[in-house]
């Protein structure tokens, strides 16, 4: 159950940082890019936090 959490959440990192570089590459709203860019940094917090936990559950 772990790996699951911690693969979908390392995948929704990888779709905001994807979204983000298109959004950058395409010459979109630098307000939108930012936007993505601060929700990639909250997600790999996250997804950092849920590794951890998930470790130490494991012991």
């Known amino acids: ?4 959490i911690i693969t979908i959440s390392m995948a929704a990192v990888a779709v905001v ?3 983000g570089l ?3 590459m395409r010459g979109g ?3 939108r890019s930012q936007s993505l860019m ?3 940094v909250g ?7 849920i590794v951890l936990v998930v470790l130490w559950l494991r012991g």
Not at 1 to 4: E, K, R
Not at 43 to 49: D, K
């Open 1 to 4: 159950m772990g790996n699951l």
């Open 17 to 19: 940082l994807v979204l």
């Open 22 to 24: 298109i959004n950058m």
């Open 29 to 31: 709203s630098p307000n």
């Open 38 to 40: 601060r929700w990639r």
């Open 43 to 49: 997600l790999q917090f996250a997804t950092i936090l």
